[in-house]
Nanobody, 114 residues
């Protein structure tokens, strides 16, 4: 299983970014897919989840601003982030589990600063 995250960058508060997670070795349409983030000196936290049935869940701090979706043809999961805030600055990671093993992609840095 390989997860390749991309799409991070430097944006100003209020702007948007879309992160992508290209998966191989696992089908995003049948595996639950997650996005985590880790801010400096903070623990990694789960911020968005997409189950195989299409149910989505978000941490309170991003509800209403972030959405998670998938493209089964491209085998890719997306995290659309709108109205970004400085406190969203973090390294963002794509994650999935299979057979009780957790797989992580390399993180992509998101920096929100004026």
């Amino acid at each position: 299983v390989q997860l390749q995250a991309s799409g991070g960058g430097l944006v100003q508060p209020g702007e948007s970014l879309r992160l992508s997670c290209k998966a191989s070795g696992v089908r995003v349409s049948i595996n639950s897919m997650n996005w985590y983030r880790q801010a400096p000196e903070k623990e990694r936290e789960l911020i968005a989840a997409l189950t195989s049935s299409g149910t989505t869940n978000f941490v309170d701090s991003v509800k209403g601003r972030f959405t998670i979706s998938r493209d089964s043809v491209k085998n890719t999961v997306y995290l659309q982030m709108n109205n970004l805030k400085p406190e969203d600055t973090a390294v963002y990671y794509c994650n999935t589990q299979r057979a009780s093993v957790s797989f992580w992609g390399r993180g992509t840095q998101v920096t929100v600063s004026s």
